[in-house]
């Protein structure tokens, strides 16, 4: 059996064990953790291996070979039949080179090195599940009356507090906005700037979909590279000193990692504050920074309100809540509630009670050491494993390993061909502005990097990369 594929049985309960086996099977050859040709253990080698009956797993292959799903043959043992593409009808299918199709692209999964998704090992969900189902009872046994536009005051009150002990952001309550994940926030803000037609720094390389929804925005984007202390102020004041907006991710850069010095970061704060610039935080990582402790927000350091600091819970809890928050300057609440109140209400009460009680109870801070720890293990474990195995350069780059490769390498082309064995990095490229100015390189994520499949998927992937160099 591949190792990518865990077999798991339930012997408590109700579904037969020949059920469990047929649908376990299934779905990994389903969605592709088992690829068409695999070799799968013979019936008996399968039953010692579970510890269950010869009969039982020969009835449990039976089925899935009348689903054409495997198929048997004395000479080559039995293996995982050949499927047919699968096509998408007309109404769901995206034109190539469409944005869907970049997005589903994206965010295709869930896969080992994808990045942006969170690991669920850590994450309690029984508990959270629990308390959800709290909330929403409690949401029904009120009056029909239409929620606070800014969100509940119970999840802003906890954000806060958060907030001041661990990014040293220094807001009330009455400065949080609620939003429906970062995405969200930041149409929000745009709106609120009212952007049309102003420049914009963002960092080169950034994140994709962050650039096509300033782009959405009606904003002339002003690519700035990176270096070890973050966005170069020096390129940008030179090239694009009109830029009236400025987007950054300043406690680990996305995509390469580094965090923005305390020096840039009083530059930056003191142009803005003289030039009437503002500066939208992307702080989509959080506090998870996994070799030392992570650097305070830097809306921590901004006196002059000229930081509008975005935050969610999508790589620290599941981005299926679509939960995030807005720390507003005081001189824009009441354009931020306008907007909101009439453009795009939060996310439903009941998710954010339910979140208010997870922080207030102390769950969700136990949760990121958790996370942490974790991370660490599989970064060391990650780094350690490939670094003897391949005579390209791996670094840390935030929650994920970058292994640069040679200049003109299609890391495109070769992140498609991953994808065929379960498999997804990221090409570094996609992250770049152009394409001529653009490095090449694989990120691989952290969190979807267990160390269970973690040998097997690093061989996989090192062949991949040897037939393309």
């Not at 059996?1 to 649908?23: G, N, S």
């Not at 019936?43 to 039976?62: C, E, F, H, M, N």
């Not at 958060?162 to 149409?187: D, K």
């Not at 402790?293 to 975005?310: M, N, T």
């Amino acid at each position: 059996m591949d190792k990518f594929f865990d077999l798991q049985l339930d012997r408590t309960a109700k579904t037969p064990l020949v059920e469990q086996i047929r649908k376990g099977i299934a779905a990994a050859i389903q969605s592709g953790v088992l690829i068409p040709g695999a070799r799968l253990p013979s019936w008996l080698d399968l039953a010692a291996q579970l510890g269950i009956s010869r009969g039982t797993v020969k009835q449990a292959y039976d089925r899935l070979s009348d689903d054409q799903l495997i198929v048997a043959d004395r000479a080559t043992g039995t293996r995982v039949a050949d499927r047919p593409k699968v096509y998408k009808s007309a109404e769901e299918k995206s034109e190539p080179g469409s944005f869907m199709n970049m997005h589903q692209a994206l965010m295709a999964g869930p896969a080992i090195f994808q990045m942006g998704v969170p690991a669920q090992e850590t994450l309690p969900a029984k508990l959270f599940t629990r308390i959800h189902s709290y909330a929403i009872r409690a949401e029904l046994s009120k009056a029909a009356l239409y929620p606070d536009p800014r969100g509940e005051l119970e999840l802003r009150r906890e954000i806060a507090a958060y907030l001041g002990i661990a990014r040293g952001i220094e807001c009330s309550p009455s400065q949080i906005l609620i939003t429906g994940g970062f995405s969200n926030g930041l149409g929000i803000t745009l709106n609120v700037l009212e952007t049309q037609g102003h420049k914009v720094w963002v960092e080169d390389p950034s994140f994709i979909l962050t650039r096509h929804g300033l782009n959405l925005a009606g904003l002339s984007l002003a690519p700035i590279p990176v270096d070890e202390e973050g966005i170069n102020l020096s390129y940008a004041l030179e090239h694009h000193s009109d830029a009236k907006i400025c987007v950054v991710t300043p406690g680990q850069q996305a995509p390469l990692g580094m965090t923005m010095s305390l020096t840039r970061r009083l530059e930056l704060l003191d142009y803005a504050t003289r030039n009437d610039m503002w500066i939208i935080e992307d702080d989509y990582l959080s506090e998870l920074q996994l070799r030392s402790r992570a650097a305070p927000a830097l809306a921590s350091l901004d006196r002059a309100g000229r930081v509008i600091h975005i935050g969610s819970f999508s790589k620290t809890i599941t981005p299926t809540l679509r939960l995030g928050f807005i720390v507003m300057p005081l001189s824009l609440k009441a354009r931020f509630t306008e907007v909101t109140a009439c453009l795009a209400p939060p996310p439903i009460p009941a998710v954010q009670l339910a979140m208010a009680e997870f922080m207030r109870d102390g769950h969700y801070l136990r949760h990121l050491r958790r996370t942490k720890r974790l991370y660490q293990t599989q970064q060391e474990a990650l780094l350690e494993y490939l670094k003897p195995r391949t005579i390209h350069q791996v670094d840390t780059a935030g929650l994920a390993a970058l292994l640069r490769l040679p200049e003109g390498i299609d890391d495109v082309s070769m992140v498609r061909e991953c994808l065929a064995f379960g498999l997804a990095p990221a090409p570094l490229s996609g992250w770049f502005s152009s394409r001529e100015t653009a490095d090449s390189g694989l990120l691989l994520g952290i969190s979807t990097s267990p160390l269970k499949h973690l040998e097997r998927a690093c061989d996989r992937l090192l062949e991949i990369i040897n037939r393309f160099i």
